[in-house]
C-alpha cells in the first residue's frame, strides 16, 4: 500500500472553512458579550499627562474606560527574557509611551459601534519627548545583540577576510537595504475573554499555544490551571502572531472587571502598530572570487532595527554561514535602537532578507566575472559546512539548481540585459539559492481510540493555514493503519499536551515525530493485548545530537522571468519557478502551496512591501492595505514550486523538514536579478518600484 | 464612526433638501464613504441613500451621445457594448480602477465623489488642511511619492484617485447635477473638482445638497483612444500617473488631441499646452515628445516623487505614439 503520509490530499478542515464552520477568534460569540475598542498612542515618545473620558464614558451603551490610571495591576515586562512570547505583557500598565500607536486606553460597551464611537471621543495630552526614528541616524550607536537568535552567535570569522578581499582578482562590494515590512496577515487580531468561576477562557488568534498560555496567565497573575487558551483556526500569522498582543490581555483585564466576556478585534490600521513588524536593515555584502569563480572571502554584514522597548535583532547573516565554500569568511549582525514598535520575527526570519543582499550580490559577481549565475555557485559548492565544520544531513541545492535551469528553460535566457523584448515588455530571466534552516523542538501529542476503527489526535498545536489538521491526520492514520477521515485532529487548546506551535518551520516536524511516537506507543499497546477502545498513548519528541553533529537545511533554487515596460519601469512578474529539496514532504499539496505561498512573498519582498516611517511623526504612515501592497492575482501569473525526493534521516523520524518558510528564501533576490537581466537596473534598495528602475531607461533610450 | 440617522427618500428634491442640511452626507455604493467613515475622517450626522432614486438610466441622447445615470454600477459601465465601442477609454480607464467587487458596488457618481487620497489625510491625529483647515499639510516634507506635481498649492498636494474621472475629462463629458433648489445644470466634467489652492477642504465645486444625477458623454470623438495607468502592482492600485488620450490623425497629421492626466494634481489634469502644440502638428515622434515636455512644463514636484515629472512625459509620448500606429 502506499504511503498515506506524503500523499497531496485536501485539507481535512477545508469544507470547514469554506463553509463558514470553522469559527476564528473574532466569530466567536459568548451570551452577553461586550466589545473592547482600543485608543491608540498619537505621539512616538513621551508621557501620557492627561486622558479626558468623560464623553465617552457617558456615551450610551458605553461600560468601561480603562487607562493606566485605572488598570488593574499586572506582571511587570520582563525585557530580555529567555522566551521572548511567553512573558508577562502588561497594558496600559504607566504613563510612559514607547511607540507611536501603542495602547493607551480601552474602551468597552455593549456593541463595537459604540465601542468604537467611544473611543474616537477619548482625548489624550501627551508631555513629548525627542525619538530617534531613522536606522541611518542610529547606526553610530550599533551595537552587537546580547542575544542573537537561534542559538548562534551575532559574529562569525574565519581566515583573514579583509586581506583576501583586497588580493582577490573580482571583487562586490555593495550596500543593499531592505524596508520595514508588515504581516499583513488576512485575519485581524482577535479575542475573546470569558471568566467562569474563576477561570478565564480566551479564545484568540495565535501561533503558540503553550507561549500564550505561559504569557497571559503570568500578565494576570493567574495561576495556569486557572487559564486556558483556545485557537483552533487561525487566519494566516506569519510570525505576527508569535506574541500575545494586548487584544488578548485588555480582553481579559476587562472581562474580568465587568463580569462579562469581552471580545476585542483589533483594525487594519492599528496592526501596523500594536503587532509586530520585520526591521528594515542596511546590509554589506563583500565578495571575491578568482578569475573561474572560485571565492575566496565572503563577508556580509548586518544592521537591523530594534526597540526601545525591546531588544530583537533578525538572525539576517546566518545562512550567508553556510550556503558557499570559502576559505576567508565574516559575518556580524549589529542593531540600534530606535523608538518605533518592537520588531519580531516575520516570516524566515533572517534568510528572508539576508539572501535578497547575498544572492543579489552573488549575481553582480557572476556579471563581473561573465559567468553564468548558476556556474558560479556551482562553483561553490561546499563539501560540508563551511563554518560549522560538520556534514550536512543532506544538501540537495546541486540538484535543485540543474533540475530547475532545466525545466524553467534557463538556457533561453540572454547574458546582455536589455537584449530580450516582448512588445513594449523587456524581458529578463534572474535566479537565485534558497536556504532555509531546519530545526526540531520539544513536543508532545496524545492519541485515543474511540473504537477499534478511529482515533482522536490533540495537541496544542496550532494550523496558521498551513495544512497542520491534515498533515497530522495523515501521519496518525499511517501508523495506526486507519483511513485518514477516521483520525479526528484536535489542536489549538491549552489543555492538550504541549507542543512548540507554528513558527520557525519546526511545526511540522516536531509535532510530527511526536505524534509518530503517540501513535506507536499505542500501537505497541494494542499488540499486547490491551482493549482498544479508550485507549490512550502520549508521544515526545526532543531533539537530539544530531542537531549538533550535522548541518541541517532545506534548499532550493528559483526562476524568475520578469517584465520591465520599457517606458514606465514597471516590473511584472511573467513566470516563476522553484525546485526545492526539504526532507520527506508530508502532504505533496498543502506543502507545494506554502512553497508557492512563499515564492510569492518573495515577489511582494522585491516589488513592493514596504512600511513608510515618516520621523517627523515617528510612525508607519502605509497603515492600510490600499498602501502597504502586496502582490495581488494579476501580480503572480504562473508561479510554481517543485519538490524533490528526498528523506533527511537526521532530521527527525519521518525524515521531513520546514517547507512554510523556504519558498521566500531568495525568491526576491532571484525577482531582482532578473529586474536586472532585463533591463539593466540594479537596484539594491528593496523594494524594487519602477522610480528606481526608470533612471535606468532614461539612461538607456535617451 | 459615529452615530448618525439614515434615510433613503425616493425623489431627487427629498434627497437634495436632506443632505443639504448640516452634516448631510449622500451614500450610494459606499465604498470610500464608509472606509472614511470607519476610520473617523468623515463624521456625517445623517446619511441620504440615494439608492431608490430613478437615476440608473443609461441610453442615448439626442446629440449622439450617451447618458449615464448616476446609480449606474461602474461594472455595467465598462461592459456596456456602447461604451467598449465608441467610449473605449471610459472602458479602459473603469476596468483599470479598484476591483471586480468593488465595481460592483460603486457608482457612477460616487466613484466622482472620491475623497483625494493621502496618508495624511486617513489619520485624524496628523496635520491636514484638508480635514482641519489650517492645521497644515503633514505631506509637504513627508511621504509624497504618490503626491502632485501639477497645481498643487502650499497647503495641500494630494491627488484625485479617480480614473474614470480622467478618462471622462479627455472625452469632455457633462456632469448634471440637481440643486435642492430644484434648479438642474450641466457643467463640464472638467469644472467638477477643483485644485486645492487655499481651500483644500472642497474637493469639488459642488454646494451642500447639490447631487450629480447623471453623466453625459457627447457624441463619440473622432479618432484612437486609450487609457494608460502605470501602478506600483499590476491591479488594485492607484494611479502613480495615468494619461487618457484621443488622438485623431489624417494623412500623418494631427487633426485633433485630447489629454488628460491622472495621478498628477488634485484633479484630472488637462495639459492644455501640449494638446495646443499637437493640432496641426506631423504625427510623429518628435511632436509628441514635444507635447509631452510642454505637458509636464511647469511641474512643481515634492523631494520624493521627481521622477513623476520623466514618468508622465515618457507615459504620453508614447501613449500617443502607440496610438498614431494603431492608423486611422
Redesign the interface.
Given at each position: 500500500m502506499d504511503s498515506i503520509i506524503g500523499q497531496g490530499i485536501d485539507r481535512i478542515d477545508g469544507r470547514a472553512k469554506i463553509t463558514g464552520a470553522a469559527a476564528y477568534a473574532a466569530d466567536k460569540r459568548a451570551p452577553d458579550m461586550a466589545h473592547g475598542a482600543i485608543v491608540t498612542a498619537?505621539i512616538a515618545r513621551g508621557r501620557i499627562t492627561s486622558i479626558e473620558s468623560t464623553t465617552a464614558r457617558n456615551t450610551l451603551g458605553v461600560l468601561m474606560v480603562m487607562t493606566h490610571e485605572n488598570a488593574p495591576r499586572q506582571a511587570p515586562f520582563q525585557a530580555r527574557a529567555d522566551d521572548r512570547h511567553a512573558r508577562p505583557k502588561p497594558q496600559l500598565a504607566s504613563d510612559e509611551v514607547q511607540h507611536f500607536g501603542a495602547p493607551v486606553a480601552l474602551v468597552v460597551a455593549e456593541t463595537p459601534?459604540a465601542a468604537?464611537?467611544a473611543a474616537?471621543s477619548v482625548t489624550v495630552v501627551y508631555e513629548k519627548s525627542a525619538g530617534v526614528f531613522e536606522l541611518g541616524d542610529a547606526s553610530r550607536d550599533a551595537y552587537d545583540p546580547l542575544k542573537a537568535s537561534e542559538g548562534e552567535s551575532s559574529d562569525s570569522h574565519i581566515g583573514a577576510v579583509d586581506a583576501a578581499f583586497d588580493a582577490a582578482r573580482t571583487r562586490i562590494d555593495a550596500i543593499y537595504t531592505t524596508p520595514y515590512q508588515c504581516h499583513a496577515m488576512m485575519e485581524p487580531h482577535a479575542s475573546l475573554a470569558s471568566w467562569q468561576n474563576g477561570k478565564l477562557t480566551v479564545w484568540s488568534s495565535l501561533q503558540l499555544i503553550e507561549s500564550a498560555h505561559k504569557s497571559i496567565a503570568d500578565t494576570l497573575l493567574l495561576e495556569p490551571d486557572h487559564v486556558e487558551v483556545i485557537s483552533e483556526y487561525v487566519g494566516g500569522g506569519f510570525g505576527g502572531k508569535l506574541p500575545v498582543h494586548a487584544d488578548a490581555i485588555l480582553a481579559a483585564l476587562a472581562a474580568r472587571e465587568l463580569g462579562r466576556p469581552v471580545r476585542i478585534v483589533l483594525?487594519r490600521?492599528q496592526m501596523f502598530h500594536v503587532t509586530t513588524h520585520r526591521p528594515a536593515s542596511i546590509q554589506r555584502v563583500r565578495l571575491g572570487a578568482d578569475a573561474d569563480g572560485t571565492l575566496t572571502s565572503i563577508a556580509h554584514q548586518s544592521l537591523s532595527q530594534s526597540a526601545r522597548a525591546d531588544e530583537f535583532s533578525e538572525p539576517i547573516v546566518n545562512a550567508t554561514r553556510s550556503l558557499y565554500a570559502a576559505p576567508n569568511r565574516l559575518t556580524s549582525q549589529r542593531i540600534a535602537t530606535l523608538d518605533l514598535p518592537v520588531p519580531d520575527s516575520m516570516r524566515a526570519p533572517g534568510e528572508a532578507i539576508g539572501l535578497l543582499a547575498l544572492e543579489q550580490a552573488m549575481d553582480e559577481l557572476a556579471v563581473a566575472l561573465d559567468m553564468d549565475p548558476i556556474a558560479l555557485r556551482l562553483r561553490n559548492e561546499p563539501e560540508q559546512d563551511p563554518e560549522k565544520r560538520v556534514p550536512f544531513s543532506t544538501r540537495a541545492l546541486v540538484p535543485c539548481l540543474t533540475e530547475g535551469a532545466r525545466r524553467f528553460g534557463w538556457d533561453r535566457r540572454r547574458k546582455q540585459p536589455g537584449t530580450t523584448r516582448d512588445g513594449?515588455w523587456l524581458v529578463g530571466m534572474g535566479m537565485a539559492a534558497a536556504i532555509r534552516g531546519n530545526f526540531l523542538r520539544k513536543a508532545s501529542a496524545r492519541v485515543t481510540l474511540k473504537s477499534a476503527r478511529r482515533a482522536v489526535v490533540e495537541m496544542d498545536m496550532t494550523d496558521i493555514g498551513t495544512g497542520s489538521y491534515t498533515v497530522l491526520a495523515q501521519i496518525a492514520a499511517e501508523v495506526l493503519g486507519l483511513p485518514v477521515e477516521n483520525i479526528e485532529v484536535r489542536l489549538g487548546h491549552s489543555g492538550y499536551p504541549d507542543t512548540p506551535g507554528s513558527g520557525g518551520s519546526f511545526g511540522a516536524s516536531s509535532c510530527g515525530a511526536a505524534l509518530h511516537d503517540a501513535c506507536t506507543k499505542l500501537k505497541a499497546r494494542l499488540a499486547a493485548g490491551e482493549g482498544a477502545q479508550g485507549l490512550s498513548a502520549e508521544g515526545h519528541v526532543t531533539p537530539g545530537e544530531d542537531y549538533k553533529k550535522y548541518s541541517q537545511f532545506a534548499y532550493g533554487a528559483h526562476f524568475a522571468e520578469v517584465g520591465v515596460?520599457e517606458?514606465?519601469?514597471?516590473v511584472?512578474l511573467r513566470r516563476m519557478l522553484g525546485v526545492f529539496s526539504a526532507g520527506r514532504i508530508l502532504n505533496a499539496k498543502t506543502a507545494r502551496s506554502q512553497l508557492i505561498g512563499g515564492m510569492i512573498w518573495g515577489v511582494g519582498a522585491a516589488?513592493?512591501e514596504e512600511a513608510?516611517v515618516?520621523p517627523?511623526?515617528g510612525a508607519f504612515?502605509?497603515?492600510?492595505l490600499?498602501?502597504y501592497?502586496v502582490?495581488?492575482?494579476?501580480?503572480v501569473p504562473d508561479v510554481d514550486a517543485i519538490l524533490l525526493d528526498e528523506l533527511d534521516p537526521h532530521a527527525n523520524v519521518l525524515g521531513s523538514k520546514g517547507v512554510g518558510e523556504l519558498g521566500i528564501c531568495g525568491a526576491g533576490a532571484a525577482i531582482a536579478n532578473a529586474v536586472y537581466n532585463a533591463c539593466g537596473a540594479r537596484v539594491r534598495s528593496y523594494p524594487i518600484?519602477?522610480?528606481k528602475v526608470?533612471p535606468t531607461l532614461?539612461d538607456r533610450m535617451e | 464612526m459615529r452615530p448618525f440617522t439614515f434615510e433613503r427618500p425616493t425623489s431627487i428634491a427629498a434627497a437634495t433638501l436632506a443632505a443639504s442640511q448640516l452634516g448631510g452626507k449622500f451614500i450610494a455604493g459606499g465604498t470610500n464613504l464608509l472606509d472614511l467613515m470607519k476610520v473617523d475622517v468623515e463624521r456625517p450626522t445623517s446619511l441620504v441613500d440615494i439608492s431608490a432614486l430613478p437615476l440608473r438610466d443609461f441610453g442615448a441622447t439626442a446629440e449622439g451621445g450617451l447618458r449615464i445615470g448616476a446609480l449606474v454600477s461602474n461594472t455595467d459601465i465598462a461592459s456596456d457594448n456602447r461604451i467598449r465601442e465608441a467610449y473605449p477609454v471610459l472602458a479602459e480607464a473603469l476596468l483599470n480602477g479598484a476591483s471586480a467587487q468593488l465595481r460592483n458596488q460603486a457608482t457612477a457618481g460616487g466613484n466622482l465623489m472620491q475623497r483625494t487620497r493621502c496618508p495624511y489625510f486617513y489619520d485624524v491625529f496628523m496635520p491636514c488642511n484638508k480635514r482641519q483647515p489650517g492645521s497644515g499639510c503633514s505631506a509637504i516634507g513627508g511621504y509624497s511619492r504618490l503626491h502632485a506635481i501639477l497645481g498643487a498649492s502650499r497647503d495641500c498636494i494630494a491627488v484625485h484617485p479617480s480614473d474614470m474621472a480622467v478618462a471622462l475629462t479627455a472625452l469632455q463629458a457633462e456632469i448634471e447635477v440637481h440643486a435642492p433648489s430644484g434648479v438642474v445644470r450641466t457643467l463640464p466634467i472638467c469644472a467638477l473638482h477643483r485644485l486645492p489652492d487655499e481651500t483644500p477642504d472642497h474637493d469639488t465645486s459642488l454646494a451642500p445638497g447639490e447631487l450629480i444625477s447623471a453623466i453625459i458623454l457627447p457624441p463619440p470623438a473622432r479618432g484612437k483612444q486609450a487609457y494608460r495607468k502605470v501602478r506600483d502592482r499590476a491591479s488594485f492600485a492607484f494611479a502613480v500617473v495615468s494619461v487618457a488620450a484621443i488622438l485623431d490623425c489624417s494623412s500623418r497629421t494631427v487633426r485633433d488631441v485630447r489629454l488628460a492626466l491622472g495621478g498628477v494634481a488634485h484633479k484630472p489634469w488637462q495639459p492644455r499646452a501640449a494638446e495646443r502644440a499637437l493640432v496641426g502638428a506631423p504625427a510623429s515622434g518628435a511632436s509628441f515628445e514635444a507635447a509631452a515636455r510642454a505637458a509636464v512644463a511647469g511641474a512643481e514636484p515634492q523631494p520624493g516623487n521627481q521622477f513623476k515629472i520623466d514618468l508622465a512625459r515618457r507615459l504620453i509620448a508614447r501613449t500617443l505614439t502607440d496610438l498614431a500606429a494603431r492608423g486611422g
Amino acid at each position: 500500500m502506499d504511503s498515506i503520509i506524503g500523499q497531496g490530499i485536501d485539507r481535512i478542515d477545508g469544507r470547514a472553512k469554506i463553509t463558514g464552520a470553522a469559527a476564528y477568534a473574532a466569530d466567536k460569540r459568548a451570551p452577553d458579550m461586550a466589545h473592547g475598542a482600543i485608543v491608540t498612542a498619537t505621539i512616538a515618545r513621551g508621557r501620557i499627562t492627561s486622558i479626558e473620558s468623560t464623553t465617552a464614558r457617558n456615551t450610551l451603551g458605553v461600560l468601561m474606560v480603562m487607562t493606566h490610571e485605572n488598570a488593574p495591576r499586572q506582571a511587570p515586562f520582563q525585557a530580555r527574557a529567555d522566551d521572548r512570547h511567553a512573558r508577562p505583557k502588561p497594558q496600559l500598565a504607566s504613563d510612559e509611551v514607547q511607540h507611536f500607536g501603542a495602547p493607551v486606553a480601552l474602551v468597552v460597551a455593549e456593541t463595537p459601534e459604540a465601542a468604537r464611537a467611544a473611543a474616537d471621543s477619548v482625548t489624550v495630552v501627551y508631555e513629548k519627548s525627542a525619538g530617534v526614528f531613522e536606522l541611518g541616524d542610529a547606526s553610530r550607536d550599533a551595537y552587537d545583540p546580547l542575544k542573537a537568535s537561534e542559538g548562534e552567535s551575532s559574529d562569525s570569522h574565519i581566515g583573514a577576510v579583509d586581506a583576501a578581499f583586497d588580493a582577490a582578482r573580482t571583487r562586490i562590494d555593495a550596500i543593499y537595504t531592505t524596508p520595514y515590512q508588515c504581516h499583513a496577515m488576512m485575519e485581524p487580531h482577535a479575542s475573546l475573554a470569558s471568566w467562569q468561576n474563576g477561570k478565564l477562557t480566551v479564545w484568540s488568534s495565535l501561533q503558540l499555544i503553550e507561549s500564550a498560555h505561559k504569557s497571559i496567565a503570568d500578565t494576570l497573575l493567574l495561576e495556569p490551571d486557572h487559564v486556558e487558551v483556545i485557537s483552533e483556526y487561525v487566519g494566516g500569522g506569519f510570525g505576527g502572531k508569535l506574541p500575545v498582543h494586548a487584544d488578548a490581555i485588555l480582553a481579559a483585564l476587562a472581562a474580568r472587571e465587568l463580569g462579562r466576556p469581552v471580545r476585542i478585534v483589533l483594525t487594519r490600521q492599528q496592526m501596523f502598530h500594536v503587532t509586530t513588524h520585520r526591521p528594515a536593515s542596511i546590509q554589506r555584502v563583500r565578495l571575491g572570487a578568482d578569475a573561474d569563480g572560485t571565492l575566496t572571502s565572503i563577508a556580509h554584514q548586518s544592521l537591523s532595527q530594534s526597540a526601545r522597548a525591546d531588544e530583537f535583532s533578525e538572525p539576517i547573516v546566518n545562512a550567508t554561514r553556510s550556503l558557499y565554500a570559502a576559505p576567508n569568511r565574516l559575518t556580524s549582525q549589529r542593531i540600534a535602537t530606535l523608538d518605533l514598535p518592537v520588531p519580531d520575527s516575520m516570516r524566515a526570519p533572517g534568510e528572508a532578507i539576508g539572501l535578497l543582499a547575498l544572492e543579489q550580490a552573488m549575481d553582480e559577481l557572476a556579471v563581473a566575472l561573465d559567468m553564468d549565475p548558476i556556474a558560479l555557485r556551482l562553483r561553490n559548492e561546499p563539501e560540508q559546512d563551511p563554518e560549522k565544520r560538520v556534514p550536512f544531513s543532506t544538501r540537495a541545492l546541486v540538484p535543485c539548481l540543474t533540475e530547475g535551469a532545466r525545466r524553467f528553460g534557463w538556457d533561453r535566457r540572454r547574458k546582455q540585459p536589455g537584449t530580450t523584448r516582448d512588445g513594449r515588455w523587456l524581458v529578463g530571466m534572474g535566479m537565485a539559492a534558497a536556504i532555509r534552516g531546519n530545526f526540531l523542538r520539544k513536543a508532545s501529542a496524545r492519541v485515543t481510540l474511540k473504537s477499534a476503527r478511529r482515533a482522536v489526535v490533540e495537541m496544542d498545536m496550532t494550523d496558521i493555514g498551513t495544512g497542520s489538521y491534515t498533515v497530522l491526520a495523515q501521519i496518525a492514520a499511517e501508523v495506526l493503519g486507519l483511513p485518514v477521515e477516521n483520525i479526528e485532529v484536535r489542536l489549538g487548546h491549552s489543555g492538550y499536551p504541549d507542543t512548540p506551535g507554528s513558527g520557525g518551520s519546526f511545526g511540522a516536524s516536531s509535532c510530527g515525530a511526536a505524534l509518530h511516537d503517540a501513535c506507536t506507543k499505542l500501537k505497541a499497546r494494542l499488540a499486547a493485548g490491551e482493549g482498544a477502545q479508550g485507549l490512550s498513548a502520549e508521544g515526545h519528541v526532543t531533539p537530539g545530537e544530531d542537531y549538533k553533529k550535522y548541518s541541517q537545511f532545506a534548499y532550493g533554487a528559483h526562476f524568475a522571468e520578469v517584465g520591465v515596460d520599457e517606458t514606465t519601469g514597471e516590473v511584472r512578474l511573467r513566470r516563476m519557478l522553484g525546485v526545492f529539496s526539504a526532507g520527506r514532504i508530508l502532504n505533496a499539496k498543502t506543502a507545494r502551496s506554502q512553497l508557492i505561498g512563499g515564492m510569492i512573498w518573495g515577489v511582494g519582498a522585491a516589488l513592493e512591501e514596504e512600511a513608510v516611517v515618516d520621523p517627523r511623526f515617528g510612525a508607519f504612515i502605509t497603515r492600510d492595505l490600499a498602501s502597504y501592497h502586496v502582490p495581488v492575482h494579476a501580480d503572480v501569473p504562473d508561479v510554481d514550486a517543485i519538490l524533490l525526493d528526498e528523506l533527511d534521516p537526521h532530521a527527525n523520524v519521518l525524515g521531513s523538514k520546514g517547507v512554510g518558510e523556504l519558498g521566500i528564501c531568495g525568491a526576491g533576490a532571484a525577482i531582482a536579478n532578473a529586474v536586472y537581466n532585463a533591463c539593466g537596473a540594479r537596484v539594491r534598495s528593496y523594494p524594487i518600484t519602477l522610480d528606481k528602475v526608470l533612471p535606468t531607461l532614461l539612461d538607456r533610450m535617451e | 464612526m459615529r452615530p448618525f440617522t439614515f434615510e433613503r427618500p425616493t425623489s431627487i428634491a427629498a434627497a437634495t433638501l436632506a443632505a443639504s442640511q448640516l452634516g448631510g452626507k449622500f451614500i450610494a455604493g459606499g465604498t470610500n464613504l464608509l472606509d472614511l467613515m470607519k476610520v473617523d475622517v468623515e463624521r456625517p450626522t445623517s446619511l441620504v441613500d440615494i439608492s431608490a432614486l430613478p437615476l440608473r438610466d443609461f441610453g442615448a441622447t439626442a446629440e449622439g451621445g450617451l447618458r449615464i445615470g448616476a446609480l449606474v454600477s461602474n461594472t455595467d459601465i465598462a461592459s456596456d457594448n456602447r461604451i467598449r465601442e465608441a467610449y473605449p477609454v471610459l472602458a479602459e480607464a473603469l476596468l483599470n480602477g479598484a476591483s471586480a467587487q468593488l465595481r460592483n458596488q460603486a457608482t457612477a457618481g460616487g466613484n466622482l465623489m472620491q475623497r483625494t487620497r493621502c496618508p495624511y489625510f486617513y489619520d485624524v491625529f496628523m496635520p491636514c488642511n484638508k480635514r482641519q483647515p489650517g492645521s497644515g499639510c503633514s505631506a509637504i516634507g513627508g511621504y509624497s511619492r504618490l503626491h502632485a506635481i501639477l497645481g498643487a498649492s502650499r497647503d495641500c498636494i494630494a491627488v484625485h484617485p479617480s480614473d474614470m474621472a480622467v478618462a471622462l475629462t479627455a472625452l469632455q463629458a457633462e456632469i448634471e447635477v440637481h440643486a435642492p433648489s430644484g434648479v438642474v445644470r450641466t457643467l463640464p466634467i472638467c469644472a467638477l473638482h477643483r485644485l486645492p489652492d487655499e481651500t483644500p477642504d472642497h474637493d469639488t465645486s459642488l454646494a451642500p445638497g447639490e447631487l450629480i444625477s447623471a453623466i453625459i458623454l457627447p457624441p463619440p470623438a473622432r479618432g484612437k483612444q486609450a487609457y494608460r495607468k502605470v501602478r506600483d502592482r499590476a491591479s488594485f492600485a492607484f494611479a502613480v500617473v495615468s494619461v487618457a488620450a484621443i488622438l485623431d490623425c489624417s494623412s500623418r497629421t494631427v487633426r485633433d488631441v485630447r489629454l488628460a492626466l491622472g495621478g498628477v494634481a488634485h484633479k484630472p489634469w488637462q495639459p492644455r499646452a501640449a494638446e495646443r502644440a499637437l493640432v496641426g502638428a506631423p504625427a510623429s515622434g518628435a511632436s509628441f515628445e514635444a507635447a509631452a515636455r510642454a505637458a509636464v512644463a511647469g511641474a512643481e514636484p515634492q523631494p520624493g516623487n521627481q521622477f513623476k515629472i520623466d514618468l508622465a512625459r515618457r507615459l504620453i509620448a508614447r501613449t500617443l505614439t502607440d496610438l498614431a500606429a494603431r492608423g486611422g
